[in-house]
């Protein structure tokens, strides 16, 4: 009877872990957010990079912070969400790891890392180091990254040029071979921060925007972005007349024209043969 019993809980274990494992066989990636809720500050301790260094060595094609490319955004439910849950005490720092659905579901959770050591850094990376045993054990291979469409291609390309992701961070953890970038905590302040012109650039093209309601347009390199609410939807393609472009969004589609300091947008509302004129002004 002892040994039916222990059969069947076998069973049931080899059948969860099965299951989880084709589910998350499904999707073509994971993201991992730069800030934990359990942590104070973005990647604080370096364990959102750790993280994300773990999940590409075990099978996943694994994206931080602001690095899912755009085309990945507007595509959720084919990623995974990486959902980490840590607690410390005066004995123990706890790790957690849920791997999420678009939806919130939780399609896996890891076995809990422990570390007794007293450094919350060091403490933080066992633990994670540990709770990834049972995640490796699932020899996930994800399907590979869908490959964007040539307008999503176009529009990636743009907000690459518009608003560039800051450097690389650079960070070094060294553990049994295994090396991840670890942040050059010596910089100081008055050193020069190459990404500082970037930023920059980036704050006053924003500054130039025109608006019109809750519409922007950004203009870099001959090159009019569209954005609505935050989000880039479509971009101008120049015509063969003088200040003329093509208008393309996910919107609408319509022609603009350069009225001196302003741009208006003819734009056509399906199922009506009058256009709609959209007059975009700098901002007050």
Request: hydrophobic share 35%.
């Amino acid at each position: 009877m002892k040994l039916r019993f222990l059969a069947l809980i076998a069973a049931v274990l080899f059948t969860s872990l099965s299951s989880a494992q084709s589910s998350i066989h499904d999707y073509h990636y994971i993201f991992v957010p730069d800030q934990f809720e359990f942590l104070k500050g973005k990647d604080q301790y370096q364990v959102n990079s750790l993280v994300r260094f773990l999940f590409k060595k075990h099978g996943f094609n694994a994206y931080i912070g602001n690095e899912l490319p755009l085309y990945l955004k507007e595509q959720p439910c084919k990623g995974l969400y990486a959902d980490v849950q840590g607690m410390e005490n005066f004995m123990h720092s706890k790790i957690v790891i849920n791997i999420n659905d678009c939806e919130g579901n939780t399609l896996f959770t890891s076995a809990e890392g422990k570390s007794k050591d007293k450094d919350y850094r060091k403490a933080f990376h066992g633990a994670v180091r540990e709770a990834f045993i049972s995640i490796a054990e699932l020899n996930v291979n994800q399907l590979a990254l869908p490959e964007p469409t040539e307008e999503e291609q176009v529009v990636e390309d743009t907000v690459a040029q518009l608003d560039p992701p800051p450097p690389p961070l650079e960070i070094e953890v060294v553990e049994e071979e295994e090396q991840v970038a670890v942040a050059d905590e010596t910089k100081t302040d008055a050193t020069p921060d190459a990404g500082s012109t970037v930023i920059e650039e980036v704050e006053e093209i924003k500054e130039k925007a025109l608006v019109y309601k809750d519409y922007e347009l950004l203009f870099k390199d001959d090159v009019y972005v569209v954005m609505y609410k935050g989000d880039i939807i479509g971009r101008s393609y120049p015509s063969q007349e003088d200040g003329v472009f093509d208008i393309k969004t996910k919107q609408f589609n319509g022609k603009g024209y350069v009225e001196g300091d302003n741009f208006k947008i003819e734009r056509a509302i399906e199922g009506m043969d009058q256009t709609v004129t959209m007059l975009f002004k700098p901002k007050q």
